[in-house]
């Protein structure tokens, strides 16, 4: 079992910064994907990001590219997301989600993720 806690959301002006945190619990994150997740209201969820634990790679959803960035501190079980620029169509609930893939490697699709937690606000506004 693993506990995320997310942490860092809030409101900004749109064109800021926010950094999101994730820390986790109860299981060490290695050989783990840690991905990130939003829902705005009356929508989907939908992919952001992903990390893998071991080497750090990241993948991005491409209307986060270049705005958007995740890394990970090994010391602290802990997972980023730093994004700037933001706009309004920012606005959501981003949660974090850890996946152990031993199968089909899907980092993001959200079927693919086991844990997940409970969520921030994020709110942008003009």
């Known amino acids: 079992q693993v506990q995320l806690v997310e942490s860092g959301g809030g409101s900004v002006q749109a064109g800021g910064s926010l950094r999101l945190s994730c820390s986790a619990s109860?299981?060490?994150?290695?050989?783990?994907?840690v991905g990130w997740f939003r829902q705005a209201p009356g929508k989907e969820r939908e992919f952001v990001g992903a990390?893998?634990?071991?080497?750090?790679?990241?993948y991005y959803a491409d209307y986060v590219k270049g705005r958007f960035t995740i890394s990970r501190d090994n010391a602290k079980s802990t997972v980023y997301l730093q994004m700037t620029s933001l706009t309004r169509e920012d606005t959501a609930v981003y949660s974090c989600a850890s996946a152990w893939p031993s199968g089909v490697y899907a980092p993001a699709e959200d079927r693919m993720y086991d844990y997940w937690g409970q969520g921030t606000q994020v709110t942008v506004s003009s």
């Open positions: 109860g299981r060490t994150l290695r050989n783990s994907v």
């Open positions: 990390i893998t634990w071991n080497v750090g790679g990241s």
